[in-house]
């Protein structure tokens, strides 16, 4: 029998080591609109499906000691908006993503002194005593998943630098304005880096 994390409502889903002691622990959990803080850039605008499922691994050690690491194997898909890098007018995108993650206590590395890590233990996450957040995972793994750039259409023109105006809705009368003399010496360099291409 696998036990079934289905919790819509709660915020802060802890995953535990005590919990995963006998068998995997099945997770499906929506994240509802605002229940996590991303960036000022992006809004989660729809509910957020998150479907996998937890592990405990053993790592034994010297001594006869041993870790308790946690697998995290999920996936994600929900709709969202991220602003405009020219305009920053807001633009919907479905962001979606499947994870493979292992995480450790925190406390399990705590040596003094500095020690060398290997290849896999770049990929290892740490968990604090309370548990893993599985907000805290999926929250990084949305931000992971972002764009390098992202614009409403190829062709937008963005703000105007001196009235701030959306020149994709409607045009200003800056560029009329004599220019600001700060800006004189960059136009210079601009015009001569041209001559000489």
Same mark, same amino acid.
């Given at each position: ?38 960036t000022s850039e992006l809004r989660q605008v729809g509910p957020l ?23 995290? #194997?999920?996936?994600?898909?929900? /709709?969202?908006?991220? @602003? *405009?890098? !020219? %305009? ?12 493979d993650l292992l995480f450790r206590p925190e406390e399990a590395d ?29 929250r990084e793994q949305v931000l992971l998943s972002l764009p390098g #750039?992202?614009?409403?259409?190829? /062709?937008?023109?963005? @703000? *105007?630098? !001196? %009235? ?34």
């Amino acid at each position: 029998m696998t036990f079934t994390l289905n919790l819509h409502t709660l915020k802060d889903v802890l995953i535990t080591p005590l919990q995963l002691v006998d068998e995997p622990l099945e997770i499906d959990e929506t994240i509802q609109p605002g229940a996590l803080d991303y960036t000022s850039e992006l809004r989660q605008v729809g509910p957020l499906p998150v479907k996998g499922s937890a592990d405990l691994l053993i790592e034994h050690r010297d001594q006869g000691s041993h870790v308790n690491d946690i697998r995290l #194997r999920a996936s994600y898909h929900g /709709d969202f908006e991220i @602003l *405009c890098a !020219r %305009c920053v007018e807001p633009v919907a995108t479905t962001l979606a993503g499947d994870f493979d993650l292992l995480f450790r206590p925190e406390e399990a590395d705590a040596i003094a002194g500095e020690h060398a890590i290997t290849p896999d233990e770049t990929e290892i996450g740490y968990y604090q005593e309370s548990g893993l957040s599985l907000e805290d995972v999926v929250r990084e793994q949305v931000l992971l998943s972002l764009p390098g #750039r992202t614009l409403c259409k190829e /062709d937008c023109k963005g @703000l *105007c630098p !001196r %009235c701030g105006q959306n020149l994709n809705l409607a045009t200003c009368s800056c560029g009329e304005a004599p220019a600001n003399p700060q800006w004189n010496a960059l136009a210079d360099l601009a015009s001569k880096l041209e001559l000489k291409h």
